[in-house]
């Protein structure tokens, strides 16, 4: 098979340029079906998030891994405005500081790609991982590693929020494929989610490949994850009582949803938190979508340049909290709505690697 590009959908056709493919069982045993191993030669760039190279060996496409957190296009030479999501971004194949020039061979399998009303939908398999891609610029909304729980990426800040939430639900707006839902009842089990995604098919998909039903059927402490279908941001996400916590990971097309960017969609969203409750929201880079090199001398500038950081600001009376977190040469915005935590205390409650991270936060005024 080869996979070559069509009016930003990826097509699936017999290979004409020299590529292979075998038909392996799938080795996560929560999926019955085969999937098709793909190489590719010559004209193609990424189908995952590492800088891939032809190799001369047929069967296996060899690859560097790339320390980064976003994908792009297949065929990045022609289509280089994703080729630099790839540089900006890519996947954390193993961490930074254990990065070496040595090459390896990898697999990559695409264990399925469908258009539904609202996404292009790609979800791709390595040895170590699997990636959940969206939309035309095929960035990454969802990652698992097979092998441990950390994704080395902003999913493993939501997992801090907890502790310092009061006790109560916590929505997630923007489900995708679950990440952060995994870790979050992998490190607090007793949690109730309630995670809301638009996309049915989608949320589909995310069952078959990425264990979404295992955690819609509860833990042993008594946490579940509840999926609801439909818009986040319309009233029907509020509940009776309000919510302890929300996230908010809410992009399309590589940048964030333009209702984010306004002062009355978070007075809005205000009204569905309990008391004492708080917002964590990916807030993407300076202007929401394309991240921001940190070695820039306006770098610190960007947060408070972020549309949607402005409106948040504007609609908690500057009580809101702002860390960057950056890869590599790269970074992205998180803010926090309500006072400071007190850091070191929350530093306490949470495990490595997040205590040295949740010290990260500071308050809006000191940017």
Known sequence: MALFWNKNTLLLRPDTNGGTSTTRAHPWSSCNSNVTTSC???????????????????????????????????????????????????L???????????????????????????????ILESDDSRVLLLDSTYNVHSILYKHEKWTHSYWDECASLPPILPNGPIAILGLGGGTAAHLMLDLWPELQLEGWEIDQILIDKARDYFGLSDLEKGTEAGGILNVHIGDALSPSVNICGGYAGILVDLFSDGVILPQLEEVTTWLEI??????????????????GGSDVDPRSASSNCSLVQNSTIKALSEAFAGEIC??????????????????????????????????AIVKQWKPYAEF
């Open 40 to 90: 590719f030669h010559g004209l193609w760039s990424n189908p995952f998030p590492t800088a891939i190279k032809p190799s001369s060996n047929p069967r296996h496409c060899r690859s560097k891994a790339w320390p980064s957190v976003s994908i792009g296009s297949f065929f990045d030479e022609r289509h280089p405005k994703v080729k630099a999501n790839v540089q900006k971004h890519g």
């Open 92 to 122: 954390r194949q193993q961490k930074e500081e254990d990065y070496d020039d040595e090459e390896e061979e990898v697999d990559y399998r695409v264990l399925t790609s469908v258009k539904s009303g609202y996404n292009d939908i790609m």
């Open 270 to 287: 205000k009204k569905w938190l309990m008391p004492n409750g708080r917002i964590m929201v990916n807030c993407g880079g300076m202007t």
């Open 322 to 355: 702002l860390k960057k977190v950056a890869k590599g040469n790269r970074e992205n915005h998180l803010a926090l709505t309500g006072p400071i935590p007190d850091l070191d205390s929350w530093s306490t409650m949470v495990p490595d690697p997040l205590s």
